[in-house]
Nanobody, 123 residues
Framework: QLYLTESGGGSVQPGGSLRLSCAAS????????MGWFRQAPGKRREAVAS????????FYADSAKGRFTISLDNAENTVFLQMNKLESEDTAMYYC????????????????WGQGTQVTVSS
């Protein structure tokens, strides 16, 4: 069964950068999109960025636009999230997701989830 392995989280000062990676264990025709969601303590899970595999169209949350970049290595079934100019508000558990992705920002469109990787932005 396909599973996702995330890496790249950690602690960074405001203004710093992190690069998250998420590797799928195998190819699946049911995975048409991959993305990143995040959840901060006491808050709802929210979509950060996602990408459709076939045509590469993307979604970015308003908070991510201009700072984060999502990219995909189809050959390696891996999705990346480059996060620059990090702010304390970006502190959260970041989850990788894979699925149909008919609506890129809808969590219900993703049926496979990673365990999460913590991102902490603090001085």
């Amino acid at each position: 069964q396909l599973y996702l392995t995330e890496s790249g989280g950690g602690s960074v000062q405001p203004g710093g950068s992190l690069r998250l990676s998420c590797a799928a264990s195998e190819y699946s025709s049911s995975v048409r999109a991959m993305g990143w969601f995040r959840q901060a303590p006491g808050k709802r899970r929210e979509a950060v960025a996602s990408i459709r595999k076939a045509i590469g169209d993307t979604f970015y949350a308003d908070s991510a636009k201009g700072r984060f970049t999502i990219s995909l290595d189809n050959a390696e079934n891996t999705v990346f999230l480059q996060m620059n100019k990090l702010e304390s508000e970006d502190t959260a558990m970041y989850y990788c997701a894979a699925g149909r992705g008919a609506w890129l920002d809808e969590a219900g469109e993703y049926h496979i989830w990673g365990q999460g990787t913590q991102v902490t932005v603090s001085s």
